[in-house]
């Protein structure tokens, strides 16, 4: 879009807002799309992730009772800071570590895990909330399998 400020032509990109929430409303059309396919039940709940800019959510939820059985988030966990440029030069041909967000993800799903074993629970479906089952998303059902959970 072209507007004039100042008497100056100024190209402005008023389409960022609705880029944004067409975004979002994708995601959620996913979601719903995978939702009508997988419940959860008291024998095998389902494992819920909420992926935001900053934080990982994951909650265990009954779809029969419309039952959350356990929440977790990111918020409160320590990890790691990711590594600066001259720590990835040394790091080359070594197995890479997870930092920063996708620790914090692992941490959540092995948290999840052993809080629902507490709860006497070992089977889940897996919902990813219509994101990709990469990255953030893929590590938190890592550290759920590494956890115990089984899905």
């Not at 929440?71 to 590594?83: E, L, Q, R």
């Not at 919902?127 to 990255?135: F, I, K, P, S, W």
């Amino acid at each position: 879009m072209f507007s004039r400020q100042n008497g100056v032509g100024k190209i402005t990109n008023m389409n960022t807002k609705n880029r944004t929430i067409t975004k979002i409303a994708k995601r959620v059309r996913r979601h719903a799309r995978v939702r009508a396919r997988i419940s959860g039940n008291a024998a095998k709940p389902r494992l819920y992730v909420f992926r935001s800019n900053q934080h990982i959510y994951a909650q265990i939820i009954d779809d029969q009772k419309n039952k959350t059985l356990i929440v977790v988030s990111d918020k409160g966990i320590k990890v790691k800071k990711p590594a600066t440029a001259e720590q990835k030069e040394g790091l080359k041909g070594a197995k890479k570590e997870l930092t920063g967000k996708q620790a914090s993800a692992f941490e959540v799903g092995k948290q999840i895990a052993e809080i629902a074993k507490g709860k006497k629970i070992s089977e889940v479906v897996f919902d990813r909330g219509g994101y990709l089952y990469h990255g953030r998303v893929k590590s938190l059902a890592d550290g759920a399998r590494e956890g115990g959970l089984k899905f």
